[in-house]
T-cell receptor, first 113, second 117 residues
Framework: DSGVTQTPKHLITATGQRVTLRCSPR?????VYWYQQSLDQGLQFLIQ???????AKGNILERFSAQQFPDLHSELNLSSLELGDSALYFC????????????FGPGTRLTVT | AQKITQTQPGMFVQEKEAVTLDCTYD???????LFWYKQPSSGEMIFLIY??????QNATEGRYSLNFQKARKSANLVISASQLGDSAMYFC??????????????FGKGITLSVRP
């Protein structure tokens, strides 16, 4: 158990809908990262937050947005969902921006039908 | 831009034997970090080992060791005394530069390892 929690574990929704994925980092970790794992694109970095502020953006679509709250949990919002958004979404956390290890949560498997 | 290359096809190893999983990387940053993660069929990503670009010695963590050859830009993972529970997908990843605020990981495509009894 990495100490990072993600909810829900599975999510099935229809095209055009909006969903919110939730992540709680390890106790004391200030950085949260979101990654998307799909069969065709592999594991891709989406976005990073550090202590409530956005630090880096990767290949995140405009239909996607994220935020980190004062209690350090983070949410990833996916809207106008398309079939191609079906993927495993991981949240990871680390103590800071200069630390080495990123610990991953169990992931949320999103299926868009 | 950073790039991680894992080109081995599915790997097979006999239980209790050692196996090497290959990883090559490309970066223009002088300071970077290399990681290996394990993803079993259940889906979670498990951190295995880390190697910094300025580390003098190869990293080791239990049965895992990283064969870091900086000049060749390779960071191969060696698993000694393979166990059935080692069957999984293994990902090599890079972070860099280490002094930057951007800590994102760039992943390779992964290698599937199957351990035979």
């Amino acid at each position: 158990d990495s100490g990072v929690t993600q909810t829900p574990k599975h999510l099935i929704t229809a095209t055009g809908q909006r969903v919110t994925l939730r992540c709680s980092p390890r106790s004391g970790d200030l950085s949260v990262y979101w990654y998307q794992q799909s069969l065709d694109q592999g594991l891709q970095f989406l976005i990073q937050y550090y202590n409530g502020e956005e630090r880096a953006k990767g290949n995140i679509l405009e239909r996607f947005s994220a935020q980190q709250f004062p209690d350090l949990h983070s949410e990833l919002n996916l809207s106008s969902l398309e079939l191609g958004d079906s993927a495993l979404y991981f949240c990871a956390s680390s103590a800071g921006t200069g630390t080495n290890e990123q610990y991953f949560g169990p992931g949320t498997r999103l299926t868009v039908t | 831009a950073q790039k991680i290359t894992q080109t081995q096809p599915g790997m097979f190893v006999q239980e209790k034997e050692a196996v090497t999983l290959d990883c090559t990387y490309d970066t223009s940053d002088p300071s970077y970090g290399l990681f290996w993660y394990k993803q079993p069929s259940s889906g979670e990503m498990i951190f295995l080992i880390y190697q910094g670009s300025y580390d003098q010695q190869n990293a080791t963590e239990g049965r895992y060791s990283l064969n870091f050859q900086k000049a060749r830009k390779s960071a191969n993972l060696v698993i000694s005394a393979s166990q059935l529970g080692d069957s999984a997908m293994y990902f090599c990843a890079m972070r860099g530069p280490m002094t930057g605020a951007n800590s994102k990981l760039t992943f390779g495509k992964g290698i599937t390892l199957s351990v035979r009894p």
